[in-house]
């Protein structure tokens, strides 16, 4: 491990095939810096854009490992080469809601622990990739030096990933060099609305948009913060390579702030799109939803719901100061278009609604 900032440097990528890794990876490898790829199930590294990601003028080490066991599960030659990291950056997670509990805990969490174990061993900085959603279910401004404020986490996911930032906070205490970035939801590129993979809250576009429930509990005032990729990743990468310049700190990875209204009124301008009625929380009842409508609503809406309720602003002053801010609220809207013309444009969204059985498979993977 070197203690200074070298023109080239080697990094250990935890997650390195997921949908941020494998953009950060890009951004190393094209920078000039050997990347030690740690990839577990799938070992394709693809870029958002679709095309295979192409190292260089860097090298790329994929090795196979599993963060939740210890060593990573690694071979010894492999625990080698990540000895000689000059960075970690840990993006592997389990991103998928709706799974049970322990497997958040197993990965999320337990797998932080043994990232850490290994920053630890070698005292190597770790820029870790946490979400903005740690806040868990609180409103008005979070900032990006709050962390555990006895809030309520949202769901299992945030629970574990509050558990892992916390781990990494008192690694930090105890003198572990650590950058934590933390995105809102993750979604299509900035300029192009692309995305590779269409998770977290494209299930619930495609479910709304076929009116396949019409109904949502949610706050009219609420704000859903959707960060385009490229922006995610050049932060996180950006945090590995200027480590000096953000070390100890923790950055808001975040982009639009989009408020219910501009989402009601963005979907009405597309003819083929259904437009969802939102009640306040403490109108709805689930049970007054239709029998075709209840099976979408329990898998798909009721995981990601309480995103349409948080009245939530996160603060990026630390991010902004180090990588530039957010975009300007203006763009907002044109943003959401964007995704929802991708989505169109691959058929996502475009094909007309077709009545489903009820209880057919609507998990909140990829419908
Ligand atoms: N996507 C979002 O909206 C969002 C928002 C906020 C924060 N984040 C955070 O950003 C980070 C990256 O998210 P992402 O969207 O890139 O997620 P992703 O596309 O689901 O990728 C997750 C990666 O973690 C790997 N992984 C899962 N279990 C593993 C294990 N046991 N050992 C080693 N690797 C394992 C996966 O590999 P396999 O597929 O081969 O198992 C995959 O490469 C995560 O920490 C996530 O919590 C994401």
């Not at 953009?23 to 870029?47: I, K, M, P, Q, Y």
């Not at 990291?85 to 197993?106: Q, S």
């Not at 100061?321 to 444009?345: I, M, N």
């Amino acid at each position: 491990m070197t203690d200074t900032l070298t023109d080239t440097m080697t990094v250990l990528v935890t997650g390195a095939s997921g949908l941020v890794g494998a953009e950060v990876t890009a951004r190393l490898t094209a920078g000039g810096h050997t990347v030690v790829a740690l990839v577990h199930r799938n070992g394709d590294l693809v870029r958002n854009s679709g095309g295979r990601l192409t190292p260089g003028p860097g090298v790329l080490t994929p090795i196979t490992g599993d963060i939740t066991r210890p060593g990573l599960g690694l071979t010894d030659g492999d625990q080698r080469l990540v000895a000689t990291a000059d960075r970690i950056v840990h993006c592997a997670a389990v991103t998928h809601f709706g799974l049970p509990a322990e497997r958040y805990e197993t990965v999320n969490a337990a797998g932080t622990r043994h990232v850490l174990d290994l920053a630890v061993t070698h005292r190597t900085p770790l820029v870790h990739v946490s979400t903005a959603y740690v806040c868990g279910e609180r409103d008005g401004t979070v900032r990006e030096d709050e962390l555990d404020v006895g809030q309520r986490p949202g769901n299992d996911y945030e629970r574990s990933k509050l558990a892992a930032e916390t781990m990494v906070h008192q690694a930090a205490v105890a003198g572990l060099p650590v950058t934590v970035v933390r995105p809102s939801i993750v979604t299509g590129a900035a300029r192009t609305g692309r995305v590779r993979d269409f998770m977290t809250i494209y299930p619930v576009l495609r479910v709304l948009t076929r009116g396949l429930v019409g109904t949502v509990p949610a706050h009219y005032d609420a704000a859903l913060d959707l960060v385009p990729v490229d922006r995610v990743a050049d932060l996180v990468a950006g945090a590995a390579t200027r480590f000096d310049a953000v070390a100890g700190r923790t950055l808001h990875a975040v982009g639009q702030e989009l408020t219910l209204r501009d989402f009601s009124d963005v979907l009405a301008e597309y003819p083929c799109f259904q437009v969802p009625r939102f009640l306040p929380p403490s109108a709805f009842s689930a049970s007054a939803l239709s029998d075709r409508e209840r099976p979408y609503y329990d898998r798909v809406i009721a995981l990601y719901d309480t995103y349409f309720r948080r009245r939530v602003r996160f603060d990026d002053t630390q991010a902004a100061a180090a990588f530039g801010g957010r975009p300007a609220p203006a763009g907002a809207r044109p943003y959401l278009r964007r995704l929802l013309d991708h989505c169109l444009r691959t058929g996502y969204l475009g094909a007309p609604p077709r009545r489903e059985p009820a209880g057919a498979r609507t998990d909140g993977s990829t419908p």
